[in-house]
């Protein structure tokens, strides 16, 4: 089944309006036809209504997404974010379970840059929990899975990866479960520099794939499994050329408008 590529830059912790703007204005500019490749955008909280306002504004294609949500409704939740406030600001998408968000008490804590960070802890049971309202919203969520290096050493890879599919994915509407979008994120390729070799990538990208499969099949053939975790517009053709990996989630190379737009142009290469 063809699957449309999909490329999404994650901003994370970056980006004031004024500076989310000025890339987002640039990355219009870049006048390629992109079909069949769907693009979007990750702004920080703080800039999601201004970026949606500028991308309803040029008419632009390119889809707005949060990095998170915490619930449906509203509610006393100092600090968090709702669902009716993310489409309010205009968003399609929401990043669930991304690693810099999962708490991983009890491991080696390679992943943890602030001691704040534990603080997130999203668990299997969160991304699941919040994967079942988003998908009853109009928002598609964007699932973020990948094992820590401590894991991968341990060659437990598959079924980190296999159980936090399983996991997140459990009980969703299997009429609507082939909207989701899966992101294979190694935590150590994350940041890092060093990409996951194009082959592994792949061997991963087609077991999440197999994972859903058992599950329901048709949602399987038509879910979009992306790769994240240093993609660059020179390792971007290699990655996207394998055949489960249906596009990107961007983190560094999203904040460069001709870098990115670099890596939207190589998934068009690759979707023929
Ligand atoms: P980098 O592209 O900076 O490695 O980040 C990947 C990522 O975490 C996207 O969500």
Same mark, same amino acid.
């Not at 979008?181 to 592994?200: F, K, Q, R």
């Given at each position: 089944m063809a699957r449309n590529p999909f490329i999404a830059g994650n901003w994370k912790m970056n980006m004031t309006v004024p500076e989310g703007t000025a890339l987002v204005t640039a990355l219009i500019e870049e006048k390629d036809d992109i079909t069949p490749v769907e693009v979007g955008v990750c702004p920080p909280a703080t800039a999601l209504y201004a970026i949606g306002k500028l991308l309803q504004e040029k008419g632009s294609a390119i889809k707005l997404g949060a990095q998170d949500v915490f619930g449906d409704g509203t509610g006393a939740f100092t600090g968090m974010l709702s669902i009716p406030m993310l489409v309010d600001c205009g968003c399609q998408y929401v990043i669930l379970g991304h690693s810099e968000r999962r708490g991983r008490f009890g491991t080696t804590p390679d992943w943890l840059t602030s001691p704040l960070q534990a603080l997130f802890a999203d668990s299997n049971e969160s991304v699941n929990l919040k994967a079942s309202i988003v998908m009853r919203s109009p928002l598609t969520p964007i699932i973020c899975v990948g094992e820590t290096i401590d894991e991968r050493k341990a060659g437990k890879t598959d079924d980190v990866v296999r159980s936090q599919v399983e996991a997140a994915l459990q009980g969703l509407d299997k009429g609507r479960l082939g909207e989701? @979008?899966? %992101?294979?994120?190694? @935590?150590? %390729?994350?940041?890092?520099?060093?990409?996951?070799?194009?082959?592994?990538?792949?061997?991963v990208c087609q077991l999440i794939r197999n994972t859903v499969a058992a599950i329901d099949t048709a949602a399987a053939g038509a879910m979009r499994i992306q790769y994240g975790g240093s993609v660059k517009a020179d390792n971007a053709e290699e990655l996207l050329g394998q055949p489960d990996i249906d596009g990107a989630l961007v983190g560094g190379a999203s904040l460069k408008a001709a870098d990115f737009a670099a890596i939207v142009r190589a998934a068009k290469v690759t979707a023929g």
């Open positions: 989701v @979008v899966l %992101a294979y994120e190694p @935590v150590w %390729a994350i940041g890092t520099g060093e990409t996951c070799d194009s082959a592994e990538a792949q061997r």
